[in-house]
């Protein structure tokens, strides 16, 4: 078969096209081939229609099962429909000139390595068009940009640059022959063959490659420079030249491109509103379009619908949604009329809903002009088949596609030229069928080919709703486990038939099929047989159902639906059912009953079963077809069908009244019966008139209640904001470097909301009152209200001038962090390129602009915060927010704590279960007898939009309820009792009390147009009735203020007492307690939050066009509101105010989708609305909350009888008015401070007030001590019966029904197989599952947001976030108070808390006797070292320490010491203060400048540092010390290591001598620290000013991986593991050892280059890892003297303070050097003495030359440096304090020296009390709790606690101190010690005279002689306590220090520290001196 055919005779290519066919017909039962002459025989030339129309593509026919897709399969048409057009894919049927078969083409294979994927050149370049489009491309001169069609990627244009001498011109001709192209993907040039350059770009070709064929489009740039499919190339001379007079091209305009079809199909028909075309009316001999051509694939691959075109004489003739797949109104055209078809009323264009683009071989792009054949019925995948358009005047004569077989027919009137129609393909729909049925059929696609339409196809609508559910996508394997499914088990169509049928009879009558149901239904089918196949073992076949048994079985089935569903079942195909359906439907008389629905079922033995189903019922049939509309497309509908006058009919229907009175005329009557006057406005029955001058100076009594402009933030937005505050720190800390918080000082922000001028409005009054501007000092306290304006911004037309002001400001200052607030952000999402296209709505695109435009995405110092409720449209595959950074409304259970609140969050689901408490009055209510109504007149007006119809009605019912009321009793029958007691009740209320107050309605009335009528027919009604005074109409329209008239104003203001003259009401908030309906208007409601008066919400407009989660749930948030918690208990419970509740502040509201509460055992919600006050009305509940704690005095719960209360339960005794009058005033004093609404949305609170209050009962009996039970109840919502099924179907506690539905209008779902959303699903996981299962449409602003090619990651924005709650829960609170912390977590981020204490013991320390020069810079050592040592201790840090004893103190009055100090560790004094350049960091700073030092660059460098031990031994220690030092490679300069480099010598230390470098510290600084691997500040960087320097980090080992974790650029010094559990001291000491060994080690090595001993550096620096701040501090000069001098102090870095100490002349002679503590408190009289000998702590410069005898304790856990300098000092040594630098320490909360949890060593119940510290210590080998903590450190607390019991005699007996010899501890601070030096010729205090009163002995050594005890006086009664390390030592040393001589010892006298023997413990001997 391989042969060329070119020049074979035309037997041979006859027997060959026969063998071809026969063979085809072989492999496939199901296809049957077309006639072989007609194919063969039939020329072009010869007739009116090409060959091509006929011709079989047999071998085709093979490839096509193989290959699924055809080469002529492209079904993207240009945007034209004109005659060209039809012949689009002429010649993909002409294989050759000599009209031979087409030949078998094989592509040779790509090369090795090559990319080979559909739509990408072998270089891997992508050349979509869709990819390309916004692309600017550079092409050579000469060269044209075309559009090639690949066969695999039907749906997409590649895009590629051809030398235009080789394309033809505009008539076809002067095309050179050959080809050059260049690739536009890799820039590839000179391809000079087709062939090739077909290759290269992966067309994959089954026929010989053409340039005729595959070079389709010109492309050309819009106005906008969006790169899109132009005009076709005529490759021919066009032979239909003839017809284009009458065929006009209806061309719309060019930006209307197909550029931006959808990769995955799901583009599904959206509709961009109209486009004016350029042509001419189609003339009648265009109606040929209705019939030939029109048919349109919506973008469901394989659905067809007629293409309904509008022949509107306004000059719309076609929608742009040619370019969209899709028609504008369905027109009504006649085959035999001659005129311009009447428009139609319903867009057939499908709703997105339901054409999603399930993974379908083919989609499609533009209006096809010919349905495309159905698809192979064995194969789960739509087969595309043969698509061939043909010129619209030529006869039809069609290439069969697979599975039909053409007869010819006799041609139909009214078309120009005889076609040949095959029979029983085509249905012709009959004249007037919806005129004489009432009924617009919709036939829903099923399975198999549907047959062409002609005729009246204006009557029928094709709907794709359930055909996805028909096409079982392929899934991938975990998907299906997911589900649990196996890959093998596909339904057959018998059983997909039988499914639907089932699905059909279950549904009631009035219910519509729902896609989402039915999917599931399928999947629960699918699930079954898995599971029956599983049980059959493995293999194992069942049988299915033959299709011989399939009518049988589906005439079974539908026999019990009561005639409901018929099943017609035809044998030929699906043509003949439908047309049998539609002529009985057409002569149907009316007595006659219809089915609901028409399964028409095709058992064609040749291709297998086909099915549809054509729905008949009144109801079903509109609201399917309603439902295919978006709501932007159904607004539009209504208001054409408003100003075409389609309604005068039905408003003349209303023009009566239900009695059938003129209503004008009555009113009239009416009005002049009451003459002048009007109903009195307030306190009074709607029977007593008063004039108008009266009734508008009435003044209501001002309310008491008012705390309206407090603003409360809530604990559940404080959660949240918390919450969102961490989300950014996360960011912050990802490692991502998309945000460094360090970097900012300043947050500003702006908030953008969508086009609602009452939102934009309310959000400014949350602004203002939160103080937001001020708290973030964006603005100045005064002005702050004025400004407020700038700060929200909303989506319309101006708001591009106003956003670029803004990204003007973050450019201008890097150093403020913005956070742009993107609220309610689901509105209007649609994206910039769609909003092109749509020369409709204003706002299209707008927020995507703004949002995702380049600089919003790259400014580094901007967060996008987007917040909603109903957050789905951004939760798709495409999202551009990762999921770990949406920040999800806490959810309820998850707030044990909240128990006490008293305010509770009601949303959706609350309104679903509250059906369940069986009250009589339920919160959700569907007015049935209003549904009976609506029905009755919809049969009426079939041609009407239901929403007018219904709009009509509820006018009528509203105005009728009024009449009722007030003047004409009879109509009270004509009413529906719900609107009747909802009139009664807002137009009563008012007159019950003298405040006025009343409820408020809301109507919702989508369409603008309908809801001004709406307001002015009810006002017209009120005020010919007299009511203009009793309550207000206001029309709620989204794009304009509050209008309010004036006496309302007044009214208003007078309640809410103090307001400004000129006050008016902006927000709906405004209008709490204002008897008045608002009629709400705009497409969706926007967010705004309604006064708690609001009690009733009408949605009875609101119908099956709502049918996706988004737009149903935002219409019943409007009634969310936040209520008393014991609305939801039920009512069947007596609450229980406990004293404990009653404590608690009411709580304030705000917004979410829903929040699962559950009800059943309800919890107190977070935030709750405040109190409301109230007068009582008759409906009873009050809403004041729960009431002011000062009242005790008991209350009855009362409730109000009336005619239409609405109580919560029957049966319980009501009170009197009387009651109620007196329950008033107290709730009018009582109610609890109101907190002020702070949400963007509707939340109930906000200006003070009632809705009018509603007394619950409860039962059983006043509950005593409490007030009386006032609840909000939350409004009445009044549903359609569509959405009440949908809302209030609560079955088995599932999620509302509406959670299954597609989320929102602008997604598609992904796949018709996926699991359902189950009840306890959080939102978080809500949020997983639709990332999972949808994908954004075509016309998404989310949709441009492709995935990484290479990772198949979908990008998202790392500074993004996205915040959802249910609506009206608050979340604009909580993003303001996100804005307050965020703004207070950057300032500490800049600031440091530092300790900020004065020096203690300042009253007793040594003055110098020496006096020094002022100014001096650095000290001198002859003057210097005569100055004494002071040997008190003045760090405050100190102040709980025992006192150093000198002869001052032995002065001091004992009193001075404070009272005993408290035993607990105090608050130390902080002071916050700014981080200056020169700081020290912890691990959270980062910044350009230091991340090196800091970071290392890729985890490969953890093992850049080399470990090296270090041995050396130390005397103290009497052993071999190993310190293991860890290198990073940056730092071994450093470093000697020996010859081989691998063994670590020493530590290099420069030279006294060296020359003060600026760029150098001489000495290595060292700093111990544990416990603070992330918090200590050990980032040295900046306080270095970036030098490089020598800084070693001591840990202790099991510390060291968290250190090096943290630290990589740090070099460690790890101490060994004996020392895991020392204190401070061993770190201080081994460190000193270390550095003198070291220093040895320089000095010998050093030595042997010539470098005297002496001239090493001997210093190194210790710090902790809390000095923060360095400063200089300078007296400034007197003015006068008895003024203080100032004190100037500035920040300097650490640099300079070491470079200055170590420029100190003679600095070897100083033992230790350091610096002052800062305080405050400093002052010049404390800088007198610019250098002290005393004390030093915290950062010293240590001499480890001259201390080298000198040890610090290692044992030791405290005061390790009070001992050393008392040991420095008493060895002679000078230590010096340089008093003009001070160090500011951090309060650093973790880590560091903090106590050990002391705990028993074996643990015998978890609940033991604390241990005490005398506890610490037992008798030995007692049977005491042994402890598991070290025996040093349980001495050392110990001793502190114990001063009362071992030193009695010492206690504030500062003369008589302690005596301590060799060592200081803390003995506590009533005590006072005297340390004593053993050492020979060391310097000591003078004792003469002194008498000790105890004597301290630890761990004496051989200096300690009796000899020198003996020199000390003690008084009697002194104690003595002896410390040795065990019991033998402590036994000898009292021996060798003779003590038994004059101390007293009794056996009881001797302890132990209390650790087990393992541990070693300490013991010690008391004694007293006798």
Not at 674 to 690: K, M
Not at 941 to 968: G, K, N
Not at 1486 to 1497: G, N
Request: net charge negative; charged share 20%; with cysteine.
């Amino acid at each position: 078969m391989g042969n060329s055919y070119a020049g074979q005779l035309k037997s041979a290519r006859f027997e060959e096209a026969l063998h071809n066919s026969i063979e085809a017909s072989l492999r496939c039962s199901s296809v049957v081939p077309r006639p072989i002459f007609s194919q063969l025989y039939l020329d072009p030339d010869q007739h009116p229609f090409s060959s091509a129309d006929v011709k079989p593509k047999v071998e085709e026919l093979d490839k096509d099962l193989v290959h699924r897709c055809t080469q002529n399969g492209s079904l993207d048409f240009s945007n034209t429909l004109t005659v060209n057009d039809m012949e689009d894919d002429e010649d993909d049927e002409e294989m050759s000139d000599s009209n031979s078969p087409p030949i078998p083409y094989s592509q040779k294979p790509a090369p090795e390595g090559s990319c080979t994927t559909d739509g990408f050149c072998q270089a891997g370049k992508d050349l979509r068009l869709v990819s390309l489009c916004m692309e600017q491309i550079d092409i050579p001169a000469g060269f044209l940009l075309v559009g090639a069609k690949s066969p695999n990627l039907p749906e997409h244009i590649l895009v590629c640059a051809v030398d235009k001498r080789f394309l033809p011109d505009d008539h076809g001709k002067n095309a050179l022959l050959g080809f050059s192209g260049n690739c536009i993907g890799c820039g590839e040039r000179g391809f000079r063959y087709f062939t090739e350059f077909s290759n290269h770009i992966n067309l994959k070709l089954t026929t010989q490659p053409k340039k005729q064929k595959h070079l389709k489009y010109y492309l050309v740039r819009s106005s906008q420079g969006v790169l899109s499919k132009g005009p076709l190339i005529c490759w021919k001379e066009c032979r239909s030249r003839q017809s284009s007079a009458t065929c006009h091209s209806i061309k719309p305009n060019s930006s209307v491109s197909s550029t931006v079809t959808p990769e995955n199909g799901t583009t599904n028909g959206y509709k961009s509103g109209f486009i004016q075309t350029d042509s001419p009316i189609l003339s009648p001999a265009n109606s040929a379009i209705n019939l030939s051509g029109a048919q349109d694939l919506t973008r469901n691959k394989n659905v067809v619908k007629p293409l309904a075109l509008s022949l509107q004489v306004v000059g719309k003739t076609f929608a742009a949604d040619a370019a969209n797949g899709n028609s504008s109104h369905g027109g009504k055209n006649s085959a035999t009329s001659s005129t311009p078809a009447r428009p139609g009323n319903y867009s057939l264009s499908p709703r997105p809903s339901y054409a999603s683009g399930d993974q379908a071989t083919m989609f499609i792009s533009g209006p096809p002009k010919k349905r495309h054949r159905g698809w192979y019925p064995g194969s789960p995948l739509p087969q595309p088949g043969l698509v061939v358009p043909v010129p619209t005047v030529r006869p039809l004569s069609r290439t069969e596609s697979l599975l039909s077989a053409p007869v010819p027919q006799t041609p139909l009137t009214g078309i120009l030229q005889p076609r040949p129609i095959p029979a029983g393909e085509t249905v012709i729909v009959p004249e007037n069928l919806l005129s004489n049925s009432g009924i617009r059929p919709v036939i829903l696609i099923g399975y198999g080919t549907l047959p062409y339409f002609y005729g009246n196809v204006g009557d029928i609508v094709v709907s794709p709703l359930l055909v996805n559910c028909y096409k079982i996508p392929q899934l991938e394997n975990k998907d299906l486990e997911q589900l649990g499914l196996t890959g093998s088990q596909l339904l057959s169509v018998e059983n997909m038939i039988l499914l639907t049928i089932q699905y059909l009879v279950r549904l009631g009558p009035d219910q519509i099929p729902l896609r989402e149901e039915f999917e599931q239904i399928m999947l629960k089918a699918m699930q079954e047989f898995t599971l029956r196949e599983r049980a059959l073992q493995m293999g194992a076949q069942w049988i299915p159902v033959s299709p011989g048994q399939l009518p049988w079985l589906a005439r079974l089935i539908a026999s019990v639906s009561q005639d409901l569903v018929h099943v017609i079942v035809t044998q030929n195909s699906l043509a003949e059912g439908i047309s049998e359906t539609l002529r009985t439907l057409s002569e149907m008389r009316h007595y006659q009953r219809l089915p609901d629905y028409v399964v028409a079922i095709c058992a064609s033995k040749i291709r297998g079963n086909e099915f549809c189903v054509v729905v008949l019922g009144q109801h079903q049939s509109r609201a399917l077809a309603e439902s295919m509309l978006t709501t932007s497309e159904f607004l539009k509908e209504i208001s054409y069908e408003l100003i075409t006058g389609k309604v005068s009919f039905l408003a003349s229907h209303f023009k009566t009244t239900s009695l059938g009175d003129d209503l004008d005329k009555l009113l009239e009557k009416m009005q002049q019966r009451r003459g002048d006057s009007v109903v009195t406005p307030f306190n009074g029955d709607l029977n007593e008139y008063v004039s108008p001058q009266e009734a508008a100076a009435m003044i209501p009594t001002q309310n008491l209640d008012l705390d309206n402009e407090t603003f409360q933030i809530y604990q559940p937005q404080l959660t949240v904001a918390r919450k969102l505050l961490s989300q950014v720190c996360a960011i912050a800390d990802s490692g991502s470097q998309s945000l460094d918080l360090g970097h900012f000082s300043k947050v500003d922000f702006i908030v953008i909301v969508p086009r609602s001028e009452v939102l934009v409005q309310q959000t400014l009054q949350r602004i203002r009152q939160s103080g937001v501007l001020v708290d973030l000092g964006l603005e100045e306290n005064g002005t702050a209200y004025q400004r407020a304006e700038k700060y929200v911004v909303r989506l319309d037309n101006e708001i591009q001038t106003k956003f670029e002001v803004f990204m003007r400001r973050v450019k201008q200052n890097p150093y403020t962090l913005f956070v742009l607030v993107h609220d309610n952000c689901h509105v209007e999402l649609t994206s910039v390129i769609s909003g092109s296209l749509s020369h409709g709505e204003p706002s299209h695109g707008l927020a995507d602009r703004v949002i995702n435009c380049r600089e919003v995405l790259e400014a580094f110092n901007l967060l996008v915060l987007q917040v909603s409720s109903f957050p789905y449209t951004l939760q798709t595959q495409q999202s551009r927010i990762s999921s770990s950074n949406e920040v999800h409304w806490i959810q309820l259970d998850s707030m044990e704590d909240m128990s006490c609140e008293e305010k509770l969050y009601f949303g959706l689901n609350e309104y679903s279960k509250s059906l369940q408490w069986g009250i009589t009055s339920p919160l959700l209510r569907c007015d049935e007898t209003f549904e009976k109504m609506v029905n009755t007149l919809l049969e009426r007006y079939p041609r009407l939009h239901s929403m007018v119809v219904r709009c009509y009605l509820l006018i009528q019912q509203y105005s009728e309820a009024l009449m009722a009321l007030t003047t004409m009793a009879s109509l009270r029958d004509h009413s529906t009792p719900e609107t009747l007691s909802i009139m009664d009740d807002l137009i009563s209320s008012p007159g019950k009390t003298k405040s006025g107050r009343g409820h408020m309605l809301i109507i919702r009335v989508p369409s603008v147009q309908l809801a001004m009528l709406a307001k002015e027919r009810l006002q017209e009604v009120r005020d010919r009735l007299g009511l203009q005074y009793r309550f207000e109409i206001i029309l709620g329209n989204p794009a304009s203020e509050v209008s309010v008239a004036t006496h309302f104003v007044a009214r208003l203001k007078t309640w809410r007492g103090n307001e400004p003259e000129e006050w008016i009401p902006r927000t709906y908030q405004d209008l709490e307690g204002l008897p008045c309906i608002v009629i709400l208007t705009g497409k969706d409601p926007l967010g705004e939050t309604f006064p708690r008066s609001l009690k009733y919400c009408d949605l009875r407009l609101i119908d099956s066009s709502y049918l996706t989660r988004t737009a149903l749930e935002q219409e019943v948030g409007l009634a969310c509101c936040y209520v008393s918690k014991e609305v939801i208990r039920g009512s069947t419970v007596a609450l229980d105010l406990s004293g404990k509740e009653q404590e608690r502040t009411t709580v304030s509201e705000n917004e979410s989708d829903e929040l699962l509460i559950d009800l059943e055992r309800p919890q107190s919600n977070s935030s709750a609305v405040t109190g409301t006050s109230g007068s009582i009305m008759e409906n009873g509940v009050s809403s004041s909350s729960a009431a002011d704690k000062s009242q005790k005095q008991p209350l009855t719960p009362s409730f109000q009888s009336s005619a239409n209360s609405v109580g919560l339960d029957e049966g319980v005794s009501t009170g009197t008015v009387g009651t109620g009058e007196t329950l008033k005033q107290e709730c009018d004093s009582l109610g609890p401070p109101m907190a002020s609404s702070t949400t963007s949305k509707p939340s109930l609170a906000s200006s003070s007030s009632s809705s009018g209050p509603r007394a619950l009962p409860w039962p059983g009996g006043p509950v005593q001590g409490c007030r009386g039970l006032h609840a909000a109840l939350p409004p009445i919502v009044i549903l359609s019966k569509a959405a009440y099924s949908l809302l209030g179907s609560q079955r088995g506690g599932k999620l509302p029904s509406s959670s299954s539905l597609l989320p929102h209008a602008d997604v598609a779902w992904v796949s018709s197989l996926r699991p359902l959303l189950h009840k306890d699903m959080s939102s978080e996981e809500q949020s997983l599952y639709y990332r999972q299962w949808t994908s954004a449409r075509q016309h998404h602003a989310d949709y441009s947001n492709q995935p990484d090619p290479n990772s198949g990651a979908w990008a998202c924005h790392p500074r993004r976030l996205l915040l959802t709650g249910p609506p009206q829960v608050g979340k604009t609170g909580s993003y303001l108070q996100f804005l307050r912390i965020l703004f207070r977590m950057l300032i500490r981020l800049l600031e440091v808390d530092v300790y900020d204490e004065g020096e203690i013991n300042t009253d007793h320390s040594e003055s110098s006797e020496v006096s020094q020069s002022e100014g001096e810079p650095w000290p001198d050592i002859e003057s210097f070292s005569k100055i004494p040592f002071d040997i008190s201790v003045h760090d405050p840090k100190y102040s709980l320490m025992s006192l150093v004893y000198t002869e001052k103190l032995a002065g001091v009055k004992q009193e001075a010491r404070k009272e005993s100090r408290a035993e607990e560790a105090r608050k130390r004094a902080t002071v916050s203060m700014m981080l200056t350049k020169y700081a020290a960091y912890n691990t959270f700073h980062h910044c350009e400048q230091c991340h090196q030092y800091m970071d290392f660059t890729s985890a490969s460098q953890m093992s850049d540092s080399t470990l090296h031990a270090f041995t050396f031994s130390s005397s103290m220690l009497g052993e071999e010390v190993q310190l293991y030092f860890i290198i990073p490679k940056s730092k071994e300069s450093h470093f000697v290591f020996s010859k081989q480099g691998k063994h670590l010598e020493s530590m290099r230390l420069p030279l006294v001598s060296d020359k003060q470098n600026l760029n150098v510290v001489k000495s290595p600084i060292f700093t111990p620290s544990s416990g603070r691997h992330e918090h200590g500040l050990l980032n040295l960087f900046h306080a270095m000013e970036g030098i490089s320097h020598l800084h070693l980090l001591v840990v202790k080992e099991y510390e060291m991986p968290l250190y090096r974790k943290c630290w990589p650029n740090h070099i460690m010094l790890v101490l060994p593991g004996m020392f895991n559990n020392a204190g401070v001291g061993a770190a201080r000491f081994l460190i000193k050892e270390l550095s003198y060994h070291n220093l040895e080690l320089e000095r010998n090595r050093l030595e042997e280059l010539g470098v005297k001993r002496q001239c090493v550096w001997p210093f190194i620096v210790v710090m902790d890892d809390s000095c923060v701040l360095w400063n200089i501090h300078s007296v400034q000069e007197q003015t006068s003297p008895p003024v203080e001098a100032g004190v100037s102090s500035k920040n300097v870095s650490l640099k300079s303070v070491l470079q200055h100490i170590e420029a100190t002349p003679k600095i070897v002679h100083y033992a230790i050097l350091g610096i002052q503590k800062w305080s405050s408190k400093l002052t010049s009289q404390s800088l007198k003495a610019p250098f002290s000998r005393c004390h030093v702590h915290d950062f010293i410069l240590l001499n480890i030359d001259l201390t080298q005898n000198v040890q610090y304790d290692f044992n030791r856990y405290f005061c390790e440096d009070v001992d050393f300098n008392l040991r420095t000092n008493s060895s002679g040594l000078l230590i010096c304090r340089f008093n003009n630098f001070s160090l500011m320490k951090k309060h650093v909360q973790v880590g560091g020296q903090r106590d050990f949890i002391i705990k028993p060593k074996i643990m015998v119940s978890e609940s033991l009390a604390p241990i005490l510290p005398l506890q610490y210590v037992c008798a030995p080998d007692s049977e005491h709790t042994l402890l598991a903590a070290p025996a040093q450190f349980l001495l050392e607390k110990f001793l502190q606690h114990a001063s009362f019991k071992l030193f009695p005699k010492a206690i504030r007996n500062f003369k008589s101190p302690v005596l301590a010899i060799d060592c200081y501890l803390n003995i506590g601070p009533e005590v006072a010690i005297c340390y004593i030096s053993s050492r020979p010729h060391s310097s000591n205090v003078n004792c003469e005279g002194v008498f000790f009163s105890g004597l301290l002995l630890y761990l004496c050594d051989s200096f300690v002689g009796a000899d020198l005890l003996k020199k000390f006086k003690f008084l009697k009664g002194a104690t003595l306590c002896v410390i040795c390390q065990d019991r033998s030592s402590l036994r000898q040393t009292i021996v060798r220090l003779e003590l038994e001589d004059e101390w007293q010892f009794r056996l009881r006298d001797e302890f132990q520290t209390a650790n087990s023997s393992d541990d070693k413990p300490l013991y010690f001997l008391t004694g007293r001196h006798v």
